[in-house]
């Protein structure tokens, strides 16, 4: 399988890749918010949401500095609004309700068109209904192909997520009070591609780019190959500039939700030998969670032929000059009443940003964390007062982690950043892109409950 052939999304990729591919260069196919049954494990579980009849949501497929055209269509009686994770767009492309759109109600299309700057792995999932719609299957990755091609024989997209079903493999409620005051609720089915465990054939002895991607609601996991025959390329769809090491099973990568890793993966020699993506999980042995099996004869590439990815054209912060800007994310506290906008409320707030929880979709009144000027460096204090973990996720920008008061911080380009435990940690970016860009925790809980926020660029 060449690259070429799945930017055009053919028939064949998409089967290889066991999930739908959808080439999105020419004409704009409807991406159609539906209804969807599926087997996620043994018996049929209804009630889920996708953009593909009964399928997983397609991995969408564009081309750096290319033009995409994303028609969604809402066929659900609920509202929804689809959110591009990590592109660098338009603001009035970004799918915030409410903050950069209204919500699109039931039979009402809202045409998406952007271009990205940035190639690199991607994916989108609604920022309206957001629990509901996620927990339920819509999340899918975007792909966004270099201009040159840096030479892989095939790619393989891997987005995972965990479910949340009952013994009739029936849906469960998607949140807990408990949870989402907590960690977050998990969810008991961990599935790659809404499968267990699926096996994907790629050529013997060939270059194969890995795209992993951390859709789920809750769940960090903690991933390596069990191969030492690759090496990690690109974090949160930007190439990496320094040595990272790879990751094992003492020490595994954690990928917080919203997160990408991207691994240049040399498949084994011999037909019938596997390379596995392996988790950890609490209370568990390793699990693999994916199998790539090597097929015909060794095609006997090396990964020293792959050429470095290019950089994505992100401006670099100048720290001489920038401002300093405090975010302290924690419980709420006093509560505090959401209020329901037509995106879905659980009913409950515990969390804030700046001692502030955001009261719900429309959060009327509610002004801007802070108001950078379009073009300047700034530098933000993220300090995490609680013991959960936070992905904090931002829109529209890509910045760079400094340092942190716990570890030592690889400096790569990412737009969510994990922190952990009383963890403080410094990001440093230019305000680039103007509007009002969203400013999150990715536990959709944590997000729904009030750990939600927008920083303003003018
Ligand atoms: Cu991936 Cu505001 O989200
Ligand atoms: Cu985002
Ligand atoms: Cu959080």
Not at 199 to 216: I, K
Not at 334 to 354: D, R, T, V
Not at 356 to 368: E, I, K, L, R, S
């Amino acid at each position: 399988m060449k690259r070429r052939e799945f930017l055009l999304g053919s028939g064949a990729t998409a089967g290889a890749l066991g999930l739908g591919g959808l080439g999105l260069a020419e004409g704009a196919p409807e991406l159609v918010v539906q209804p969807a049954s599926f087997a996620l494990r043994g018996q049929m579980t209804s009630g889920m949401v996708s953009l593909t009849p009964n399928a997983p949501p397609p991995v969408l497929y564009g081309k750096q500095g290319e033009v995409m055209r994303l028609p969604v269509r809402n066929t659900l009686p609920d509202y929804t609004a689809m959110h591009w994770h990590g592109m660098r767009i338009p603001n009035g492309m970004d799918g915030v309700p409410y903050l950069t759109q209204m919500p699109i109600g039931s039979e009402e299309v809202f045409d998406y068109e952007f271009t990205s700057p940035d190639a690199g792995t991607y994916w989108y999932h609604p920022h309206c209904m957001t629990m509901d719609q996620m927990a339920h299957g819509l999340t899918g990755v975007m792909v966004i192909a270099e201009a040159d091609d840096p030479g892989f024989d095939s790619e393989q997209v891997v987005n995972l997520r965990d479910f949340r079903l009952d013994d009739a493999d029936q849906f469960l409620p998607a949140y807990t009070a408990r949870g989402a005051a907590r960690a977050g609720t998990f969810g008991n089915v961990q599935t790659a591609n809404w499968l267990t465990e699926p096996h994907y054939e790629h050529a013997a002895g060939s270059l194969v780019r890995l795209r992993v991607v951390n859709t789920d609601t809750t769940r960090i996991y903690k991933v390596h190959l069990n191969s030492a025959k690759a090496r990690i390329i690109a974090w949160d769809g930007h190439p990496v500039e320094v040595e990272v090491p790879m990751p094992s099973a003492d020490e595994p990568l954690l990928i917080g939700p919203g997160q990408r890793v991207d691994f240049a993966v040399k498949m084994p020699t011999d037909e019938g030998q596997t390379v596995d993506l392996v988790a950890k999980f609490p209370g568990q042995k390793h699990r693999a969670m994916t199998r790539l099996r090597a097929v015909g004869a060794s095609v006997a590439r090396d990964l020293r032929e792959l050429r470095p990815l290019p950089a994505n054209p992100a401006a670099k912060p100048d720290l001489t000059k920038a401002e300093v800007h405090e975010f302290v994310f924690g419980w709420t506290p006093e509560g505090g009443q959401p209020n329901n906008g037509f995106c879905g409320s659980l009913g409950y707030n515990f969390w804030s940003i700046n001692r502030t929880p955001w009261p719900g979709d429309a959060a009327q009144g509610v002004g801007p964390l802070a108001t950078l000027e379009q073009g300047k460096s700034y530098v933000l204090r993220l300090r995490n007062e609680s013991p959960n973990l936070h992905p904090i996720h931002l829109h529209g920008l890509v910045f760079v982690p400094l340092k942190s008061n716990l570890r030592r911080l690889p400096p790569l380009l990412t737009d969510t950043m994990l922190l952990l435990k009383d963890e403080v940690v410094e990001i440093a970016l230019v305000a680039d892109n103007p509007g009002d860009w969203a400013f999150h925790c990715h536990v959709i809980e944590h997000q729904k409950t009030g750990l939600t926020g927008f920083i303003r660029v003018v």
